[in-house]
């Protein structure tokens, strides 16, 4: 049985504000965190709100741009047309998080039609708010 002089070479339990911090920490280094660990969320075709689901050509694109990234390299990636396969869910997320999380950052959205720019602005909104409604702690 462990003596008192025992207990006190244990490491304390972390707190509720110790793990805040230590997610707001790791997000400022890698704000791509934000996609791939379900912070964000998504409205589904049926109208409910939901965490973003990566499917796995998005998580093979996301992990490539990581890769990038961490490889001090420029992410160009071309993507064909790929109608319903959450590439631009994807990007979405992935420009939210890297303008919302860095001071001086600005992103530009562009559709080749007005209501589709609207719908991915629509978008990025959804996810600013419902990550500062879920967890204000990560909004800047």
């Given amino acids: 049985m462990p003596g008192v002089a025992d207990l006190k070479k244990c490491s304390p339990v972390p707190t509720d504000k110790d793990i805040i911090e230590g997610e707001q920490l790791a997000i400022q280094e890698d704000p791509l965190r934000l996609v791939g660990n379900k912070f964000l969320s998504i409205k589904t075709k049926d109208g409910r709100l939901i965490k973003l689901p990566l499917n796995s050509t998005q998580k093979k694109l996301l992990l490539k741009i990581q890769e990038l990234r961490k490889a001090n390299r420029p992410v160009r ?3 064909l047309k790929y109608r319903q396969g959450g590439i631009s869910t994807l ?5 939210y ?5 860095q001071a ?6 562009m559709a080749d039609e007005k209501d589709k ?6 978008m990025s909104k959804l996810y600013h708010e419902e990550l500062e409604r879920n967890d204000p702690h990560l909004v800047p």
């Fill in 77 to 79: 990636i071309w993507v």
């Fill in 91 to 95: 990007i979405e997320a992935i420009i």
């Fill in 97 to 101: 998080a890297l303008t919302s999380q």
């Fill in 104 to 109: 001086n950052r600005n992103a530009l959205i």
């Fill in 117 to 122: 720019s609207d719908y991915l602005f629509q």
